[in-house]
C-alpha cells in the first residue's frame, strides 16, 4: 500500500466518495470484453455483508496483476473510493491493492469477518438434518442418505450451497438443505392426500430421499478451501449433478436393500431436478416426485437470494441497490 496512512474501514461501512482502506476477499474474477474489443475483468470484492464490484481496464495500472497473481477465494488490503451506481450496484474505484499478510492483523484484519457463514450454529443444523432423516424417511432410503451425511460429514458443515448464488456461505449446504427437506415434506404430505387415487401413489420416501441429498455432488464439485471454496477439476468438468449420481452409486453398494428401479428413480430425480439443461439438468422432471423436488429447492434458493439481499442493504431509498446476482434491485421501504 502506499505510505500515506488512512483510516481503514469494514467493507460493509464503506463511505461513499472517500479514499479509505479496507479488507476484502476476491470472490470472483471474470475476464470479459466490450462490444468494441476492449478486454477488462469484472471482480467482485466481499466481506460478511457486503459484496462490491470493481472494474479492471487492460489499458488501467492494474490488469497485470489482476491477470496474473490476483486470485479468487485469497485475501487483500484494498486502497478504493466507494460509490453505487443506480444500474450496477455497490462499486469501488481501485487505488491500490496488495495481499494481506500477518502484520495486518494489528490493523483489524480478521478472516472471521470477511467469510460469511450461516445465522445458524452448524453443529445445530446438522443434528436437526439428522432428526429428520430418522423420523421422516424410512428404510432402506434412510440408510442410504445416513450412509452419505456420515461419510462426508466433516466437509459438509463447511460447505456453501452453491459457489456465489444461493446459500453461498459456511455452513449453507446444511441450512439450504434442512429447509428443503421441510417444504418437500410438507409438499408431498399435501400431493399424496389431493391426488390419493394416483397409482402408484406418489413415492414419499423417494423424494424425501434426494431431498436430503440433492446437493451431495458438492463435496466433490468443491476443493478443501475455507475462505471460498473452489471448484474442482471434476466439479468443472461433470457438475455437481453427475457427480452426487456417482456419489449415489458409491452409497448404494453398502444398502442393496435398494432394488434397481429404485436407484434408477432416483439418478432420475438427481439428474431432472434443476429442469434446464443450463442449470446441469440432463432431462426434464418425468415423475411427479421430480417435480416437487424442483420448485421446493428453487423456491428456497431464490427466497435465500431475495432476503439476504434486503437484509444486508444499506442504500438510502426505498429500493435496494442492484443487486449482482438477481440482476435486480428490490423494493425494500413499504408499508405492509
Not at 258 to 283: C, F, K, V
Not at 292 to 308: F, G, P, Q, T, V
Amino acid at each position: 500500500m502506499a505510505t500515506q496512512r488512512l483510516p481503514v474501514v469494514p467493507l460493509h461501512a464503506l463511505p461513499p466518495g472517500q479514499l479509505v482502506d479496507c479488507f476484502a476477499l476476491l470472490a470472483e474474477k471474470i475476464r470479459q470484453a466490450t462490444r468494441d474489443g476492449k478486454i477488462y475483468y469484472a471482480c467482485r470484492f466481499r466481506d460478511k455483508l457486503r459484496s462490491v464490484s470493481c472494474l479492471v481496464w487492460s489499458d488501467g495500472p492494474w490488469f497485470e496483476a489482476c491477470e496474473r497473481t490476483w486470485k479468487e477465494g485469497e485475501c487483500y488490503k484494498l486502497r478504493v473510493i466507494y460509490s453505487e451506481h443506480d444500474r450496477y450496484g455497490p462499486q469501488i474505484e481501485l487505488h491500490n491493492i496488495r495481499p494481506v499478510t500477518d502484520n495486518d492483523r494489528a490493523d483489524g484484519f480478521d478472516l472471521a469477518q470477511l467469510v460469511e457463514s450461516s445465522r445458524f450454529p452448524v453443529e445445530q443444523l446438522r443434528q436437526e438434518l439428522l432428526r429428520w432423516v430418522e423420523t421422516e424417511i424410512s428404510d432402506p432410503w434412510r440408510k442410504l442418505v445416513l450412509a452419505l451425511l456420515t461419510a462426508h460429514q466433516d466437509k459438509l458443515e463447511r460447505l456453501p450451497a452453491s459457489e456465489k448464488q444461493y446459500y453461498p456461505f459456511v455452513g449453507g449446504w446444511l441450512e439450504h438443505t434442512l429447509s428443503v427437506c421441510r417444504l418437500v415434506t410438507w409438499l408431498v404430505n399435501y400431493y399424496r392426500e389431493y391426488y390419493s387415487d394416483l397409482q402408484p401413489p406418489i413415492n414419499r420416501d423417494l423424494v424425501l430421499t434426494v431431498a436430503a441429498i440433492h446437493e451431495i455432488g458438492r463435496v466433490a464439485e468443491f476443493g478443501d478451501e475455507l475462505a471460498q471454496p473452489q471448484p474442482t477439476v471434476a466439479g468443472r468438468l461433470l457438475g455437481h449433478l453427475q457427480l452426487a449420481r456417482d456419489l449415489v452409486h458409491q452409497a448404494a453398494n453398502q444398502v442393496p436393500e435398494l432394488s434397481a428401479e429404485q436407484i434408477l428413480l432416483l439418478d432420475h430425480l438427481l439428474l431432472s431436478y434443476l429442469t434446464l439443461p443450463e442449470w446441469g439438468s440432463q432431462r426434464l422432471p418425468m415423475i411427479p416426485e421430480a417435480l416437487i423436488l424442483h420448485h421446493a429447492d428453487d423456491l428456497d434458493a431464490k427466497m435465500e437470494m431475495y432476503c439476504r439481499c434486503l437484509r444486508r442493504d444499506t442504500t438510502p431509498g426505498p429500493f435496494t441497490a442492484r443487486d449482482p446476482i438477481l440482476g435486480r434491485p428490490l423494493l425494500k421501504q413499504r408499508s405492509c
